[in-house]
């Protein structure tokens, strides 16, 4: 069984703060995707980022960055300085088969 | 412009009809995929498709139903089984396997009248 674990529901931040979203995963399988996705109030999910099991190199990209650590089965998201325009729910989704498990996604706000 | 199409936007039912939802994709896209999204409760699998005539139900089937007769069409039934349908309802698809993203539709908000 695979499990996709956010534990924040929901996080306020006020423009150019850093934020950390958390994802915890479980997985019995050494071979798996994670994937962060992100959800504006249109509703279409926006692919971010995906990372395979067997690269735990961290990833920059812009005022993004993901940090994957096996050891702790996460790969947290982090905003820095933040922007209005990053209020969304945002997902970590984990793939091991030929299916897609999402966790319950952390509303972020960013106030001006 | 390739994309998934979702039809309609919001759709209304009542209580013991069932209701089709639609999805196509132009992608070229092997793999199609629904969801349901509750609040608080993240997107949760319903059924999925590999390949054309072949599909496979994820961790909520009971009370829907889909079929694969193209490679770009992937409707969705609700039918009078689902006891909560009131829901919001994300369609996607992907090149298939366990390392493609997915890419999702806008989405069917279907309430229970």
């Known amino acids: 069984a695979q499990k996709v674990t956010q534990a924040q529901t929901e996080i306020s931040v006020v423009e150019k703060e850093d934020v950390t979203l958390d994802c915890v995963y479980e997985?019995?399988?050494?071979?798996?995707?994670l994937f962060w996705y992100k959800q504006p109030p249109s509703g279409e999910l926006v692919f971010l980022i995906r990372r395979n099991s067997f690269d735990e190199q961290n990833e920059i990209s812009g005022r993004y960055s993901w940090n994957f650590q096996k050891s702790t089965s996460s790969f947290n998201f982090t905003i820095t300085a933040s922007q209005v325009v990053d209020s969304a729910v945002y997902f970590c989704a984990l793939s091991e088969d030929n299916d897609m498990r999402f966790g319950a996604g952390t509303r972020l706000t960013v106030k001006p | 412009d390739g994309g998934i199409t979702q039809s309609p936007k919001y759709l209304f039912r009542k209580e013991g009809q069932n209701v089709t939802l639609s999805c196509e994709q132009n992608l070229n896209h092997d793999a199609m995929y629904w969801y349901r999204q509750d609040p608080g409760q993240g997107l949760r699998l319903i059924y999925y498709?590999?390949?054309?005539?072949?599909?496979q139900k994820g961790d909520i089937a009971e009370g829907y139903s889909v079929s694969r007769e193209k490679k770009e069409s992937f409707p969705l039934t609700v039918t009078s089984a689902q006891k909560n349908p009131t829901a919001f309802y994300l369609c996607a698809s992907s090149f298939g396997g366990r390392y493609t993203e997915a890419f999702f539709g806008q989405g069917t908000r279907l309430t229970v009248v």
């Open positions: 997985t019995r399988d050494t071979t798996y995707y």
């Open positions: 498709s590999q390949i054309v005539n072949d599909f």
